[in-house]
Nanobody, 132 residues
Framework: HVQLVESGGGSVQAGGSLRLSCAVS????????KGWFRQAPGKEREVVAA?????????????GYADSVKGRFTISLDSAKNIVYLEMNDLSPEDTAMYYC?????????????????????WGQGTQVTVS
């Protein structure tokens, strides 16, 4: 059983910052690939950032970002607490969306996780980010 719970959304003025958190709880394997997606009204859900980590300290993490957020957003993972963060800076109204934390428990390669579309097996409930 895997559960993801997001927090940290809210309203902010353009140029501001927010940090989203995603607490992952799992009775078994929670997968190596985790990410943040967003969906704006009338638009398709898109991946914002992804992180690949085996969490065993033997190999480095790898991260990937959508072009629209590169240089502004940072994804990170606290393996000890099993929390995925999304630090969002220099926000613009175009970033307004429902943000979802997601992961896949299926095997997925490091490169696919961070640079290609992938389909999560588990989703959080979402947290709203509004930039005005």
């Amino acid at each position: 059983h895997v559960q993801l719970v997001e927090s940290g959304g809210g309203s902010v003025q353009a140029g501001g910052s927010l940090r989203l958190s995603c607490a992952v709880s799992a009775s078994g394997y929670a997968g190596a690939c985790k990410g943040w997606f967003r969906q704006a009204p009338g638009k398709e859900r898109e991946v914002v950032a992804a992180i690949y980590s085996l969490g065993d300290g033997t190999s480095g993490e790898e991260k990937g970002y959508a072009d629209s957020v590169k240089g502004r957003f940072t994804i990170s993972l606290d393996s000890a607490k099993n929390i995925v963060y999304l630090e969002m800076n220099d926000l613009s109204p175009e970033d307004t969306a429902m943000y979802y934390c997601a992961l896949t428990t299926r095997y997925i390669s490091r490169s696919i996780c961070t640079s290609a579309p992938w389909s999560p097996t588990h989703w959080g409930q979402g947290t709203q980010v509004t930039v005005s």
